[in-house]
């Protein structure tokens, strides 16, 4: 039976960073096992999209809300080994830092500046954290600041709700101006198999020019 997680709505309605990071602290523990269970396949789609345009053996990936490490460790899997995580939640990032495939792992609030230098990374990856109420849009700006010239960020948006977060229309003015092309825009998807039938996704790919 297709149902709903209550963890997620809890996340989805909270507002403010600190709430953010509250709701998470007390999800870290099952995260994985909750979300697996109900068929989660968002890291591993997303680990699909950074393979198909980020080289192995170059800079870094920074995995930008990076949670309890699903992203990073597909990514592992798949050959990557220089990847940096960073995420609100310590107790999430305490969950990443077990599986052992990030070089640097921190506390960081997306909605405030990145502290990394320009054109440090190949690739920003961004799963999950762009929902309501998450990392606002003025996020995107700084994965554009640290991903070098030629490199990609790469991100998730909820369809049902990108418009009213102000996302679409700082994307357009993005890939509007001559620093970011759009390269790829997915169909929607649902990133639970067996949960939240409603909820859907889509995954753009940006290149930084």
Known sequence: MIKKTDQLDQVYNAEGAQAIRESYESWASGYDEENIANGFRLPSIGAAFTARYVPK???AILDAGCGTGLV???LAILGYTNIVGIDISAAMIKHA???QVYNRLYEHDLGRPIPEEDNSFDAVTCFGSLGPGHAPAECLDEFIRVTRPGGFVI???RPDTYEEQGLSKKIEG????PTVREVER???FRPYLLAEPEL???I???EVT
């Open 174 to 177: 993005l890939v509007s101006g």
């Open 186 to 188: 997915s169909s929607d």
């Open 204 to 206: 753009f790919v940006l």
């Open 97 to 99: 830092g077990n599986l």
């Open 200 to 202: 859907g996704a889509k």
């Open 57 to 59: 053996g170059g800079k």
């Open 155 to 157: 991100f998730n948006v």
């Open 72 to 74: 990073g460790e597909a």
